[in-house]
């Protein structure tokens, strides 16, 4: 199994790999009985006490943005509010309507309860700056549904043209940091990318990738590839797995390679 995924990473015939593949089979799990007889239990035992100290959930985590957006003196929700309203003036020049005004209310209440105005300061810093270099850019998603940000200039969508649902972005029963998705011109992405590493330091900064999870028959077809079989029974095998065998796992003999990463161009997305 461990070659077959070295070969399919690879995109190599097993055949060919040569050196490429693990020295020897010794990375498995190994069961309790053959532990036993490997090492004293001693070693075993402390082994126990060790992973009963690894006690870390990925629930502790929690965001942190970044501070040194907020003027001296000023609060986050405060500084939200400031430019918020700054924005609606421009967006308004006749004066904000009064259901637009009550909806921002709306969601600045339920934003500055849960706790996230720090990251619609951290978007919007990466807009304005995009904007103040003529850098085309645009927020899509449920981020539309939000009056705060087409005030602060993240989206397009005009609450007078369109009812918002603002808990499709926002929920507090669900509990989740939102989500804003910006998409920049692919031939100046790079600019903002280097703005956001000297702003805030290439530690603090990150690309992350997207990631495709196998089903039974993409699995078959590059299992069969990596094996060497002929195409016509590659194609053979992969059309005897349908849709519903992913489902039932009725097919659960077949290798399944975890996650394997997609090839994709840094920073095609903002999230």
């Given at each position: 199994m461990q070659d077959t995924l070295t070969a399919v990473r690879l995109k190599t015939p097993l055949a060919d790999c040569g050196f490429a593949l693990a020295r020897n089979a010794e990375q498995h799990l190994r069961s309790r009985l053959r532990l036993?007889?490997?090492?004293?239990?001693?070693?075993?035992?402390?082994?126990?006490?060790?992973?009963?100290?690894?006690?870390?959930?990925?629930?502790?985590?929690?965001?942190?943005?970044?501070?040194?957006?907020?003027?001296?003196?000023?609060?986050?929700?405060?500084?939200?509010?400031?430019?918020?309203?700054?924005?609606?003036r421009e967006r308004y020049p006749q004066g904000t309507p009064a259901s637009v005004q009550a909806q921002i209310e709306k969601e600045m209440g339920l934003i500055e309860a849960l706790r996230y105005e720090a990251f619609f300061l951290t978007v919007h810093d990466i807009v304005r700056f995009a904007r103040s270099k003529n850098i085309l850019c645009q927020g899509r998603g449920s981020a539309a549904n939000s009056a705060v940000c087409y005030c602060l200039g993240i989206t397009e969508v005009n609450p007078m043209h369109t009812t918002l649902l603002f808990e499709r972005f926002i929920s507090r029963e669900r509990n989740e940091p939102p989500d804003i998705d910006v998409d920049f011109e692919h031939e100046r992405r790079e600019e903002v990318i280097q703005y956001i590493y000297a702003k805030y330091g290439t530690e603090r900064t990150a690309l992350a990738a997207a990631l495709s999870t196998y089903r039974t028959r993409g699995a078959v077809r590059d299992t069969g590839k990596a094996l060497?079989?002929?195409?016509?029974?590659?194609?053979?095998?992969a059309r005897s797995v349908h849709w519903f065998d992913d489902a039932t796992g009725s097919h659960s003999a077949w290798p399944r390679p975890a996650s394997m990463p997609m090839r994709r161009s840094p920073g095609a997305g903002w999230s």
């Open positions: 036993a007889q490997l090492y004293r239990p001693a070693w075993l035992q402390a082994s126990v006490h060790v992973a009963e100290g690894c006690s870390f959930s990925l629930g502790e985590l929690r965001y942190e943005y970044p501070a040194e957006l907020v003027p001296e003196g000023l609060t986050p929700i405060a500084h939200l509010r400031a430019l918020t309203a700054l924005g609606a060497g079989l002929d195409e016509p029974q590659i194609d053979a095998l």
